[in-house]
């Protein structure tokens, strides 16, 4: 029976390495331990830098049945089996100034030996490896290096005798949750139109985290801390603590009282009680034709000289509260009762909405009746004015 004693120690170091865009490795390789991969899986995480301060990029993948998030994380889009035990694929970023690099991945599953059980009569085995699968916390304070062990590995017979050989001690560094989860960017811009009802979507909110994402360290949850104005509800829209899409919660958007209201939203990690961050979502109210146009004052008398044409005989004064220069307040107006001579045309001064009716043609009946160059003359019309649709 042999026996071996070893001592595995494990240094840290820092040494400045300038900085090289692009990924990590050339080629990542992450194990399954089954040969059918379900939807949503996650393989794992390539690390990727084109040596900003940014930390999020856009992948694309040339097998579509895996994606590629922003940070790198690595999903199943469908339900596969990965034939003769792996699948290659590869996935492309890009570096600031828009050159493309590319990485291959490597996914392939771990085949487990199984031994029959004894039967009568002798029979011949192979030696098995006995060993240790040991943890150790990452970012562990001085001094360095650190010591495990002593770790006695080797290798035995089945019935539990050494043999000659030590196996390899994997030694895995265990996530901790050091990094708090970070939006995608400070200000989320969106908009919904006024009187929308509860349920409407505004728009989705994006956020990532560097942790272990199979872990409580990278799942995180959204949260709404304030809203300005808060009126007419100081909750007008809420926030899916999953997906990170804002609705509208509360009737009574009305752009004529706001038209913009600001969110203060959260990301916190450990499911929402741990690490967090806080980003604006700016939401703009859109106008709806919900305010008629309206005549003010709504009774007009004039003096019209006579044989004049294009002569401006009065100014239509109308008022609408929808947004000004818009397809919901622009006005176009007609005459509906009164003109049957077609003296008069009305048209739409664009800069102020108001109504310029003007003489069009000299009328043989006024001109009749004239008893000098300014005559008083009373027309009565009705004008009717609606949006331009």
Not at 3 to 20: A, K, L, M, Y
């Amino acid at each position: 029976m042999y026996w071996w004693s070893i001592f595995v120690v494990v240094r840290f170091c820092q040494e400045t390495i300038p900085c090289q865009p692009g990924f990590s490795s050339d080629n990542f390789v992450f194990t399954v331990h089954r040969e059918r991969l379900q939807r949503g899986k996650i393989l794992g995480r390539v690390d990727f830098d084109i040596c900003t301060d940014q930390n999020r990029f856009l992948f694309i993948c040339d097998d579509n049945r895996f994606k590629v998030e922003i940070d790198g994380t690595i999903k199943v889009k469908h339900d596969i089996k990965l034939h003769h035990g792996r699948i290659n694929f590869s996935i492309h970023g890009w570096h600031s100034v828009g050159k493309k690099i590319t990485s291959r991945v490597t996914t392939e599953s771990q085949n487990i030996q199984m031994f029959p059980h004894p039967s009568s009569g002798l029979k011949r085995y192979n030696r098995q490896w006995v060993g240790h699968v040991f943890d150790i916390p990452e970012n562990q304070r001085a001094p360095f290096p650190k010591e495990l062990g002593p770790l006695t590995v080797h290798a035995a017979f089945i019935n539990g005798t050494s043999a000659e050989d030590p196996m390899i001690v994997i030694v895995f560094v265990v996530d901790e949750n050091d990094n708090n989860p970070e939006f995608i960017s400070n200000t989320f811009i969106g908009n919904v139109n006024e009187g929308s009802q509860p349920g409407t979507s505004v728009m989705t909110v994006t956020a990532t985290d560097k942790d272990d994402p199979t872990t409580d360290n990278g799942m995180f949850k959204f949260s709404v801390l304030s809203q300005t104005p808060p009126v007419p509800h100081p909750q007008m829209f809420t926030i899916d603590q999953d997906t990170g899409t804002i609705r509208v919660i509360s009737a009574g958007l009305d752009r004529e009282n706001v038209s913009e209201y600001t969110l203060i939203i959260k990301v916190a990690d450990m499911k929402g009680t741990g690490l967090s961050n806080t980003a604006t979502a700016s939401i703009t109210v859109l106008d709806q034709n919900d305010n008629a146009p309206q005549f003010n004052p709504t009774n007009y008398i004039q003096n019209v000289p006579e044989n004049a044409v294009d002569f401006e005989v009065v100014r239509l004064i109308v008022t609408d509260n929808d947004e000004r220069h818009t397809p919901t307040w622009n006005a176009k107006y007609r005459i509906v009762k009164g003109n049957d001579g077609g003296n008069f045309g009305i048209t739409a001064e664009p800069d102020s909405n108001d109504g310029i009716v003007k003489t069009i043609k000299v009328s043989a009946v006024i001109n009749s009746y004239c008893l000098d160059n300014y005559t008083r003359f009373c027309y009565l019309w009705h004008s009717s004015v609606k949006q331009v649709p």
